[in-house]
C-alpha cells in the first residue's frame, strides 16, 4: 500500500518515525509530473545552446576504414579521430606550415569538433546533456618540421568546446605535429567524454 501512496515508513533504531517520499516505489501523478518537466527542461540545454550559437550539427559521418566511430565503455565514451568534413568533402586540405594558412586550420580544427560532437550525439541517442565533461581531446596536425603552432590551430576546436559545454567543456589536450593525416587532411580530432 505505502508503494502506491510513494511513501514508506523512515525507522531509527527499530522504530518508525515518519511516512516519507521515496522515489523507490511508484511516484503518485505530481511527482511523475514534476519529474517529466524537468528532464523536458534538461534535455534543451545543450540543443539551445547550439541553437543561440547558430550551430547545426553535421550528420555523423561513417567510418573511412576497419573501426567504430565511438566506443562506450562504463560512463566514458571515445569518439574516434574526426577529419574536417562538411557534407561528405574535407573543409582544406595540405599542411600547415605550407598550404594551409593559420586561420584555415583553426577552421579545420573547429569543424573537426563539429564532427566529434555529431558522433557524441549518436553515442547519446541524441541527449547531449548527458555530457558531464569533456575529459580528453587528442589533436593532430598534419604541419612542416618547422611549424610549431599546433596549440594554437587546436585552440579552434577547444575554444568551441566550451562555447557549447561551459565549464564541462574544459579537458586535458594534446597538440601533435604529423607529416602526414588521412586524405591529406590538415587537422585531426579524437575525444573521450565522461557521461552520466
Do not use: D
Given at each position: 500500500m505505502n508503494g502506491v501512496w510513494g511513501l514508506?515508513?523512515?525507522r531509527v533504531q527499530g522504530r518508525a518515525l515518519a511516512f516519507l517520499p521515496c522515489l523507490a516505489f511508484a511516484p503518485c501523478p505530481v511527482q511523475a509530473a514534476q519529474l517529466h518537466a524537468a528532464e523536458g527542461k534538461l534535455t534543451a540545454r545543450i540543443q539551445a545552446r547550439l541553437t543561440e550559437l547558430g550551430i547545426t550539427l553535421p550528420v555523423a559521418q561513417?567510418?573511412?576504414a576497419n573501426y567504430v566511430p565511438f566506443a562506450r565503455t562504463g560512463n566514458l565514451v571515445v569518439i574516434s579521430g574526426q577529419l574536417?568534413?562538411?557534407?561528405?568533402?574535407l573543409t582544406s586540405v595540405g599542411k600547415l606550415g605550407e598550404s594551409v594558412s593559420l586561420e584555415d586550420g583553426q577552421a579545420a580544427a573547429r569543424q573537426c569538433f563539429l564532427n566529434v560532437v555529431a558522433h557524441m550525439s549518436a553515442a547519446c541517442d541524441g541527449d547531449l546533456d548527458r555530457v558531464v565533461r569533456i575529459v580528453r581531446l587528442g589533436g593532430y596536425v598534419?604541419?612542416?618540421?618547422a611549424f610549431t603552432q599546433h596549440?594554437?590551430?587546436l585552440n579552434g576546436a577547444s575554444d568551441l568546446a566550451?562555447?557549447?559545454f561551459g565549464d564541462a567543456g574544459r579537458h586535458a589536450r594534446a597538440a601533435v605535429?604529423?607529416?602526414s593525416l588521412p586524405m591529406d587532411a590538415p587537422v585531426e580530432l579524437e575525444a573521450m567524454f565522461e557521461i552520466g
Open positions: 514508506r515508513p523512515q561513417p567510418p573511412v574536417p568534413m562538411s557534407q561528405g568533402k598534419a604541419c612542416t618540421a596549440a594554437a590551430i566550451v562555447e557549447i605535429g604529423m607529416v
